[in-house]
């Protein structure tokens, strides 16, 4: 059994920054804490959508970035609290959508899991809200 529990989401004016935290627990998520990681997030009326993976593979991290975000996003990982970070900065209305986090239980992959399906595990989401 793993939980996950996204928090910082907000209200934020367009340019402005927040900080996105998911914090993993639960009886068997020892079992898959070195699972890739990632955060999607969903719009109104839209397909929730990847925004960035965290890896931990052959003894490197590994990240990957929607394209819309890169520049603009950094996903980090503190295996000491078991929480995945999301920083994120230079805001746009377009951002607006619930954020979730996600875990896959397939250990030290090299490669960024893009696909909503290759996650097992899934927050409740926080809410992203930029204003113009």
């Known amino acids: 059994q793993v939980h996950l529990v996204e928090s910082g989401g907000g209200l934020v004016q367009a340019g402005g920054s927040l900080r996105l935290a998911c914090v993993a627990s639960g009886r068997t998520f020892s079992s898959y804490a070195m699972g890739a990681m990632g955060w999607f997030r969903q719009a109104p009326g839209r397909e929730r959508e990847f925004v960035a993976g965290h890896t931990q593979g052959a003894g490197n991290i590994n990240t990957d970035y929607a394209a819309s975000v890169k520049e603009r996003f950094t996903i980090s990982r503190d295996n000491t609290k078991n929480t995945l970070y999301l920083q994120m900065k230079s805001l746009e209305p377009e951002d607006t959508a619930v954020y979730f986090c996600?875990?896959?239980?397939?250990?030290?992959?090299?490669?960024?899991?893009?696909?909503?399906?290759?996650?097992?595990?899934w927050g409740q989401g926080t809410q992203v809200t930029v204003s113009s």
């Open positions: 996600a875990l896959d239980r397939r250990l030290w992959q090299t490669i960024v899991p893009r696909a909503a399906q290759d996650y097992e595990y």
